[in-house]
């Protein structure tokens, strides 16, 4: 039985958040579990690091070649302040993210799955979205994910097509959400 998301709300990684998005990058690790949505965090030596590195996204002048200006948001539940999950908005596509990756990535601590929160986040970043001036949100899911089809889904996602990755080797599924 899937429980209930508790009340969360996005924040941008700020210093006070560093250990917890440390903890969470280790509890990814611990459970061999992806980090979609979480920027350069499998990469990064520190937490301080990923921060300077998710910071250079948001401005054009220190954006990496290849990469495209995103925002970084923590979902953190307001009733202990745990970061529970984590979510990136890029807000435009290089050749890479309009074939495979989309808009949106996401991700949710392991030990804090099936509890609604990756929905959660989603729905609370689609105003965001807006503000950018997206009217619509590409974003896809590897095929054997069903909980982020369901997430997707449940937040309006429309099925597109499924396309193959070659370099991971894997077959995602790609879904548009139009941002009312």
């Known amino acids: 039985m899937k429980a209930e998301a508790e009340s969360i709300k996005l924040v941008l990684p700020s ?5 917890q998005v440390w903890a969470y990058r280790q509890e990814c690790l611990d459970a061999n579990s992806s980090m979609d949505g979480c920027g350069p965090l499998r990469r990064a030596e ?8 998710i910071q250079s996204y948001t401005d054009p002048a220190t954006l990496p ?8 948001f923590l979902a953190v539940r307001e009733s202990d ?3 529970v999950a984590m979510i990136q908005v890029r807000h435009y596509f290089n050749e890479y993210l309009e074939k495979y990756a989309g ?28 503000e950018l001036g997206l009217d619509q ?8 994910n069903p909980g982020s089809r369901r ?4 937040n309006g996602g429309v099925y597109e097509c499924t396309v193959h990755e070659p370099k991971e080797d894997i077959n995602l599924e790609r879904y548009w959400i139009t941002i009312r």
């Open 46 to 53: 520190s937490a301080e690091q990923w921060r300077a590195d």
């Open 15 to 19: 210093e006070e958040y560093l250990e």
């Open 65 to 72: 070649k290849g990469k495209v200006l995103a925002t970084q």
């Open 103 to 130: 808009h949106i990535g996401y991700s949710t601590r392991p030990s804090e799955r099936l509890k609604g929160y990756a929905k959660e986040q989603l729905r609370l970043v689609l105003p965001y979205c807006k």
């Open 81 to 83: 302040g745990k970061v």
């Open 151 to 154: 997430t997707i889904l449940a």
């Open 137 to 144: 949100v590409l974003i896809s899911c590897k095929t054997d």
